[in-house]
């Protein structure tokens, strides 16, 4: 079946005769987002590529193609430029603007910065990595300390609640009292 290249006013057509002169054909990619990049250069009005759609090598840079194999691959990303557009298909040179405002306005913005001072962090809150491997060996150790102070002082709480539950309970004549009793006779 014979292909056609999809470029703008290409009359390119793979034959035998374009493969002698060196001419290669590629079909779009199937990245969805490269293939619009490929549609986007063609400029053909309301072009959708189908999965047999090519474009012929003349349209792609030199350095678009790996030659390092057998075949002639297109790199990866590779998008075609090289187009041969009527005027009114070309892209218009961006003018300089002219008015002494406007020149202003397109006129990078110089911002005078200071030299910050080099801080360090606070390394008061916890989610500071100190720097040291030291410091940071001192910092899990005083964590775990923690740890178990607040166990050591849980575990006196439960104690203290079971002595204060075993006087009521000797003071009121009564059986055993839980916590549990104590919360809902409050």
């Given at each position: 079946m014979p292909q056609n290249c999809a470029a703008f006013q290409c009359?390119?057509?793979?034959?035998?005769?374009?493969?002698?002169?060196g001419i290669t054909f590629h079909k779009?990619?199937?990245?969805?987002?490269?293939k619009k990049k490929w549609e986007l250069a063609v400029r053909r009005d309301s072009f959708i590529a189908s999965p047999s759609t090519v474009l012929c090598s003349q349209h792609f840079t030199e350095?678009?193609?790996?030659?390092?194999?057998?075949?002639?691959?297109l790199r990866d990303g590779a998008v075609p430029s090289v187009f041969k557009f009527p005027a009114h298909l070309q892209k218009r040179?961006?003018?300089?603007?002219?008015?002494?405002?406007?020149?202003?306005?397109?006129?990078?913005?110089?911002?005078?910065?200071?030299p910050q001072p080099q801080s360090l962090p606070c390394e008061e809150h916890l989610y500071v990595v100190p720097c040291s491997l030291d410091k940071l060996k001192d910092k899990l150790s005083q964590a775990y300390k923690r740890i178990e102070d607040l166990e050591r002082q849980l575990r006196n709480a439960?104690?203290?609640?079971?002595r204060y539950i075993a006087k009521l309970t000797s003071l009121m004549g009564e059986g055993?009292?839980?916590?549990?009793h104590l919360r809902m006779s409050l």
């Open positions: 009359m390119t057509r793979r034959s035998i005769q374009t493969r002698e002169k779009f990619p199937g990245d969805p987002v490269l350095d678009d193609f790996d030659r390092t194999g057998q075949t002639v691959r040179p961006v003018t300089p603007r002219k008015t002494v405002t406007s020149q202003k306005a397109a006129a990078p913005v110089k911002v005078k910065t200071e439960k104690d203290r609640e079971r055993p009292v839980t916590a549990k």
